[in-house]
DNA sequence: AAGTTGACCTGAGGGC
DNA sequence: TGCCCTCAGGTCAACT
């Protein structure tokens, strides 16, 4: 589920509770997660103040005095801030709680288990964030830079945007919308794109990603912001998830790639 | 090296 | 109503 938009929103949800709080205590209900949640991380964590919280791509960096965790959303992941009194749901598997009286904690809901919880002295350096390539949002990103990473690939343009290790935070909802946006084939080879379509393309990210986060992210199903509301970003796709249905530009039908994993969508007539 | 496929999970929705 | 099938926002590991 969670993009960079959804994350993003989530990080500027959960700022005012985490910054500067110290962690009373970490609750694991059901460690099985995409990896195991550390057997000896509560004992661990306990007092330890939240110097900083960042995203990276998908990932969740909260900095403690010492180490720091890394929390991914997987597909169906959210965390919400709950108090002592709401009683936790079977697809709740920890609940990371602030000291103070009321017990204030933030609760990762997550029902396939795909999302994560670790632990790092030095997270920058941690083997699933350093190969991350540049933020989208952030200075160093841009059609110059996809262009050459693009150089000599025959991969589909959608499935490169997808590779968290060229540019980072993009998933199958806005990966599909800047393409719509740019006008550009979800199957077209990456490497047979030129250095104006690829200026383009990162314009139609930036311009997209900006507009999701602005919503507070897309809530297809199961993304919620830390305090409950969903995103409202769904109602401006063109595109994803749309097939059958008319394109905004010229009102042919969008179609759906299905074959092999995740679908694209697009317009036949608008994107080349 | 780059590209493709399978694997990890649960839950929802459609067809019969 | 219920069963079976397909599909879903991610991404790593193991293949070719």
């Known amino acids: ?15 005012p509770w985490m910054l500067g709080a110290t962690l009373a205590d970490l609750i694991v209900r059901e460690p099985r997660l995409r990896w195991p949640i550390p057997t000896d991380l509560t004992v661990l964590l306990r007092g330890r103040m939240v110097t900083d919280l960042a995203r990276r791509g ?7 005095e010492k180490g720091a965790l890394i929390i991914h959303l997987g597909m169906s992941g959210s965390l919400r801030v709950v108090g002592p009194e ?3 749901g079977p697809s709740e598997p920890f609940d990371l709680v602030l000291a103070g009286e009321p017990g204030v904690r933030v609760r990762m809901r ?5 999302g994560a919880l670790l632990y790092s002295e030095d997270p920058l350096s941690h083997p699933l964030i350093a190969p991350l390539g540049p933020e989208p949002l952030e200075a160093g990103f841009d059609g110059t830079y996809l262009h050459t990473r693009a150089h000599g690939r025959t991969i589909a343009i959608r499935d490169l945007l997808l590779n968290g290790h060229i540019v980072a935070g993009i998933g199958n909802i806005y990966a599909n919308e800047a393409l719509f946006e740019a006008g550009i084939h979800p199957g077209r080879a990456a490497g047979r794109i030129g250095a104006d379509r690829y200026a383009a393309l990162a314009r139609a990210l930036i311009a997209v990603l900006s507009q999701a986060l602005e919503a507070g992210g897309t809530t297809l ?9 969903p995103g409202y970003f769904q109602q401006q796709l063109q595109v994803y998830g749309r097939e059958g249905k008319p394109c905004p530009r010229c009102a042919v039908p969008i179609t759906r790639l299905s074959g092999g994993g995740r679908s694209s969508y697009y317009c036949p007539r608008c994107q080349r």
């Open 1 to 15: 589920m969670p993009e960079l938009p959804e994350v993003e929103t989530t990080r500027r949800g959960l700022i």
């Open 221 to 229: 199903k199961d993304f919620a912001r830390s305090d409950g509301r």
């Open 110 to 114: 997550d029902p396939r288990r795909f």
């Open 86 to 88: 709401v009683p936790p």
């Open 58 to 64: 998908k990932y969740l960096i909260v900095s403690l």
